[in-house]
C-alpha cells in the first residue's frame, strides 16, 4: 500500500528565514499531494494542494513542488512568521478503485523563533 | 456554508458508557470521513461513507459504529471504550470520493476514564 515519510519530524527557524518540509511517496498511482496546517487543539486545515500534472504552485508565501519521477514533494515558507508555527502534514491521494484514501506524513512540527 | 460542525466539542465518558458523536456538513459533499488522531501523530482514517454506504472501514474495532442517516450526517456510536481510545475524533468531507473539497471539522476530544 501507499507509504508517505516526511521529513524532518522538528524544524526550527528564525522569523524571516526560509523553512522546507520534504516528503516521498511510494504508489506511483497516487495523483493529488495536499499540505495540511495543524494549530495546537485545532483542526487540519489545506494550505495548498497539487496534482500530479503539475511541476510546481505558489501561494504568497507557500510553495509546493513535486517531482513524480522521483516520487518527491515539497513545500517551501519564505519569510516566515511566528504565525507560521503549528504541525505540518503531507499527504498523498491514492485512486485504487472503491478504496481511494488520503494517506498523511507523521507531520513536522514548525518553530519560528522571533 | 463551507464548514464541517463536530458535537461536543469535548466528550469524558465512562468505559461504560455509550455516547454519540455528530458530524454535519451542508457542502453537497457526497463522501464523509472519521479518524482518529492521537497527540503527535497525523489523523488514522476511521470509516469512509460514500453516498451514505459504508465503503471503507480501517479494521476498527466494534466499539466503534458509524452511521450515515443522511448526506449531511455522520454519526460515531461509541460503547465500552477503553482509556487508550482517548483522541481526537476528526470528521471530514469531500466531493464524491475524491480528495478535492477536502473539508475537517473542529474535532470532538474524547476523554475515557
Known amino acids: 500500500g501507499e507509504n508517505v515519510e516526511q521529513h524532518p519530524s522538528t524544524l526550527s527557524v528564525q522569523e524571516g528565514d526560509s523553512a522546507v518540509i520534504k516528503c516521498t511517496y511510494s504508489?506511483?498511482?497516487?495523483?493529488?499531494f495536499p499540505w495540511y496546517k495543524q494549530e495546537l487543539g485545532k483542526r487540519p486545515q489545506l494550505i495548498i494542494d497539487?496534482?500530479?500534472?503539475?511541476g510546481e504552485k505558489k501561494d504568497q508565501r507557500i510553495a509546493v513542488t513535486l517531482n513524480k519521477t522521483a516520487k518527491h514533494f515539497s513545500l517551501h515558507i519564505t519569510e516566515t512568521q511566528p504565525e507560521d508555527s503549528a504541525v505540518y502534514f503531507c499527504?498523498?491521494?491514492?485512486?485504487?478503485?472503491?478504496?481511494?484514501?488520503?494517506?498523511f506524513g507523521a507531520g513536522t512540527r514548525l518553530a519560528v523563533h522571533p | 456554508d463551507t464548514e464541517v460542525t463536530q458535537t461536543p466539542k469535548h466528550l469524558v465518558m465512562g468505559m461504560t458508557n455509550k455516547k454519540s458523536l455528530k458530524c454535519e456538513q451542508h457542502?453537497?459533499?457526497?463522501?464523509m470521513y472519521w479518524y482518529k488522531q492521537k497527540a503527535k501523530k497525523p489523523p488514522e482514517l476511521m470509516f469512509v461513507?460514500?453516498?451514505?454506504?459504508?465503503?471503507i472501514n480501517e479494521s476498527v474495532p466494534s466499539r466503534f459504529s458509524p452511521e450515515c442517516p443522511n448526506s449531511s450526517l455522520l454519526n460515531l456510536h461509541l460503547h465500552a471504550l477503553q482509556p487508550e481510545d482517548s483522541a481526537l475524533y476528526l470528521c471530514?468531507?469531500?466531493?464524491?470520493?475524491?480528495?478535492?473539497?477536502?473539508?475537517f471539522g473542529s474535532g470532538t476530544r474524547l476523554t475515557v476514564v
Open positions: 471530514a468531507s469531500s466531493q464524491e470520493d475524491s480528495p478535492y473539497g477536502y473539508t
Open positions: 504508489d506511483s498511482a497516487s495523483n493529488y
Open positions: 497539487i496534482r500530479s500534472n503539475v
Open positions: 499527504a498523498a491521494w491514492r485512486f485504487s478503485g472503491g478504496y481511494n484514501k488520503l494517506i
Open positions: 457542502m453537497g459533499h457526497r463522501a
Open positions: 461513507y460514500s453516498y451514505e454506504k459504508l465503503s
